[in-house]
């Protein structure tokens, strides 16, 4: 048996910030961030909001979108960076929140490649036979790790959250594949230093700023570019597929630069790469489970359709899955 994909969605909170936003606080402007990232504006969580409400908003429209009842699910799975506490796992809190009695709840940490990680896990949890159903979702409140003075990082990031219901399929349909890569070596390149074992921010121990995502911009961009659209390849060879096969990219929102790049080197179409940073900017493990849902929502795929995912992120981290919908 394999998994497959039969609902989701998203979640995005209602504030936003605008580029023009960001030109009050940093030394920036509208037309530096439009045209090296493509992003114009981001949702912001309002202080208090912890990562799981915003996961139980996505996770409810894409059991909705399933017709799954919480008390249905077997296991959830939540890629984050961003977490509510270092512990519980946020998933923990969201099987409370959605009241999954019959749940199991886990994390997964694979930052920017939060998503595709976490759905690996759940479709290998499904083939082990450790569950027919469940939720896998990736959701950050980055504004929380972001430094607001710091114009290299700040204007990429925002919150939100997207959800997808798995269930036991078929093998050859839903999952196809899932490909996993990390380089540890590189960990420096994105990082939070900040809030674990190395640095524990407790009041006196903690340097300053160090609860802040740090980022070698320009070095992270090259990596995100090679990798994205190696892995990408990887899926398809692996299926005996081309590029010609493949209905629709969604690959991680981080900029659009690096998704024109990995498009071009893949050889896939403009028309077929889903692209939705302009309005949320990097959401980091949330950016392909929200894209995946709003493209459902848009029509730009349909049952039987052939989707790649692929993502990158701190770790470093990449993957890609390749879905038949
Ligand atoms: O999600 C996981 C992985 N994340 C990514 O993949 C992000 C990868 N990186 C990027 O998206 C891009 O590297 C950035 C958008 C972060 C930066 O773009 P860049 O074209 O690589 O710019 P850069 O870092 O090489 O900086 C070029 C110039 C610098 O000024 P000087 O030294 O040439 O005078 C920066 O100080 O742009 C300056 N700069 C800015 N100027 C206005 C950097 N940030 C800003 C800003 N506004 N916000």
Redesign the pocket.
């Known amino acids: 048996m394999g998994s497959k994909i039969i609902g989701v969605g998203m979640y995005a909170p209602p504030k936003i910030m605008t580029n023009n936003d ?1 030109a009050k606080m ?4 509208d037309e ?2 439009s045209t ?2 493509g992003i114009r504006e981001r949702h912001i969580a309002e202080p208090g909001t912890a990562t799981s409400d915003l996961c139980l908003e996505a996770s409810r429209r894409a059991l909705t979108d399933a017709g799954v009842d919480p008390k249905e699910l077997d296991f959830l799975v939540v890629g984050t960076l961003t977490p509510d506490m270092p512990f519980p796992s946020t998933g923990c809190f969201l099987q409370m929140k959605l009241g999954a009695d019959r749940a199991y709840a886990m994390d997964v940490s694979a ?2 490649s939060g998503f595709v990680y976490s759905l690996s896990v759940a479709d290998a949890l499904v083939r082990a036979g450790r569950g027919k159903k469940g939720l896998v979702v990736g959701a950050e409140i980055l504004s929380t790790v972001v430094d607001y003075t710091d ?3 700040c ?2 990031f925002g919150d939100g959250a997207g959800a997808a219901v798995i269930a036991e399929c078929e093998e050859g349909d839903g999952v196809l594949s899932c490909h996993l890569h990390s380089d540890g070596s590189l960990w420096e390149l ?1 990082h939070c230093p900040g809030g674990g074992t190395v640095d524990p921010c407790n009041p006196g121990t903690s340097t300053v700023r160090t609860n802040f995502i740090r ?1 070698a ?2 070095e ?2 090259k990596h ?1 570019v090679t990798r994205m659209a190696e892995v990408s390849l990887e899926a398809l060879e692996r299926n005996g597929v081309t590029v010609a096969d493949v209905d629709l990219y969604i690959p ?1 929102q ?2 659009q ?2 998704v024109k790049a990995v498009g071009k080197r893949i050889g896939i179409p403009e028309e077929k790469v889903f692209v939705n940073l302009d309005r949320y900017g ?1 959401t ?1 493990a949330a950016s392909i489970p929200i894209a995946l849902a709003e493209a459902k929502e848009k029509g730009r795929y349909s049952k039987g359709d052939l989707v790649l995912l692929a993502a ?3 770790g470093l981290t990449w993957g890609s899955a390749l879905l038949r919908m």
């Open positions: 960001f940093v030394d920036t402007n530096w961030i090296r990232t930052a920017c114009r290299g990082t204007i990429l994105i980022m911009g320009n992270t961009f995100a991680h981080a900029n630069r690096i990097n980091s990158f992120g701190g």
